[in-house]
């Protein structure tokens, strides 16, 4: 098992507050991806990243994967009350065909 | 709908007793993964199939836990014997092929062992 430790587990900001969520790993996956979970809903897909150093933002949501692709990072600004729900990282192993998830960061944005 | 669903939507069952929980994956969607997730934690994998080759069970926690995928589309998630360390929302995911594409999930089913 590829362990993804997401930090911090929790988080509760006041709307117009800037955040990171980190997730890291001693193992190097080949593609790491982010989603995000309403309750009762099942995950849905943010982004993939794929290359070491990449960076990728999704309008208020700016993701980067490490260089060494052990770990990742989410970057919201500006959070707002809709960007609420448990973020999840999910990396991909090396010449592997699953991905194994992180514990998960629940983010509640007050408004 | 074009969405992966799940049924049932919930479930609850007692100790000892066998269920049965299925997915429908999105149609021509050659990849389906099954997942549990304990209350606001992250997911944990339980079995992949991809198209007619040997599932990857290696996620599954006991024996008394199996899928199978009939014709490639429909799966059946199968716990016998079920304990209360069972319960947690089962998520069912396809997507169109394996590897670093996307997954999408349906709702999930949430389990209650009593």
């Known amino acids: 098992t590829q362990l993804l430790e997401q930090s911090p587990q929790f988080l509760s900001i006041q709307e117009g507050e800037n955040l990171t969520v980190y997730c890291n790993s001693s193992?190097?996956?080949?593609?790491l991806q982010w989603y995000r979970q309403e309750p009762g809903e099942g995950p849905v897909l943010l982004v993939t990243v794929v290359t070491g150093g990449e960076v990728k933002k999704l309008k208020r949501l700016t993701f980067q994967f490490g260089d060494a692709r052990k770990d990742s990072s989410l970057h919201i600004t500006a959070a707002q009350p809709g960007d609420t729900g448990l973020y999840l990282c999910a990396g991909m192993g090396i010449g592997g065909n699953q991905f194994y998830f992180g514990t998960g960061t629940s983010l509640t944005v007050i408004p | 709908g074009a969405g992966v669903s799940q049924s049932p939507s919930n479930k609850v069952t007692e100790k000892g007793k066998d269920v049965e929980l299925r997915c429908d994956p999105i149609?021509?969607?050659?990849?389906l993964y099954w997942y549990r997730q304990s209350l606001g934690q992250g997911l944990e994998f339980l079995i992949y199939?991809?198209?007619?080759?040997?599932?990857?069970k290696s996620g599954l926690p006991s024996d008394r836990f199996s899928a199978e995928r009939t014709g490639g589309s429909v799966s059946t998630l199968t716990i016998q014997r079920t304990q209360q360390e069972d319960s947690a929302v089962y998520l069912c995911?396809?997507?169109?092929?394996?590897?670093?594409?996307?997954?999408?999930f349906g709702p999930g089913t949430r389990l209650l062992v009593l």
């Open positions: 149609s021509g969607h050659t990849a």
């Open positions: 193992s190097v996956f080949s593609s």
């Open positions: 199939f991809q198209g007619n080759s040997a599932p990857d």
């Open positions: 995911a396809s997507s169109m092929r394996g590897g670093a594409v996307t997954q999408y």
